[in-house]
């Protein structure tokens, strides 16, 4: 079996970001960039399946050269190989869907797995995008999985609680934590990365539907206050959350 695996090379969340000079985009220097974490899962479920399966492993990245450093050590952890889809743009969520979709369909991946979200832009859509490109059934946030033939029985998290869908294959599974625990990659995985074949596709036909106009920083929280301490505050406190605040 063909096995896709979809990453993203992100900045570390503990980075601290600075905003660049055009407005429109983060400013690179001194940023800390990391595989997407709920990316590992993806990975490292691709790499379960694999084991009991058997197959091929593909890792799948949109973006520039930096994203090998993200490639490699999917790599690593056990993938046999990676395909760097080149971008020197910032594409949106539909564009790394199209240029993903393209060459995974080229490859003849048929099980291919995305994180819920990347944690830089936090969109949450693509694994669903790029199955509706494909043609292929979808399960998202995936927090269990169990694969029999072409059967799958996936245990995914729903909003006050989980659900149990079947369904087969062909698919695209997002996978969120608690799937399963990434593995550290050896030694040997990682001399062995060094080895494994990277293959550089051009995305020069695939553009993004939107336009980022401005990027700002959140506004600094306010301090807070107090404005009692017992019930009779409440009426006070009522007043502030719903003409202050404006949330109620």
Known sequence: MKIAVCVSHVPDTATKIKIANSG???????VTFIINPYDEYAVEEALKQKEALGGE?????????????????????GADKGVLIKSENE???IGIAKALAVEIKNEGCELVFCGKQSVDYDDSIVGQLLSALLGYNCVSTVVGLKIEGNKITAEREIEGGREVIETQIPVVITTQKGLNEPRYASLKGI????????????????????????????????PGRIVGNDVSAVPELVKLLREEAKVI
């Open 24 to 30: 429109k985009d983060i400013d690179p220097s001194g």
């Open 57 to 77: 492993v593909t890792v799948f990245s949109v973006g520039g050269d930096a994203n090998k450093e993200s490639i490699r050590k999917a790599l690593a952890m």
């Open 91 to 93: 594409l949106d969520s």
């Open 191 to 222: 001399m062995g990365a060094k080895k494994k074949t990277i293959e550089e596709k051009s995305s020069a036909n695939v553009e993004s539907s939107t336009e980022v106009i401005k990027m700002r920083k959140p506004a600094p929280k306010q």
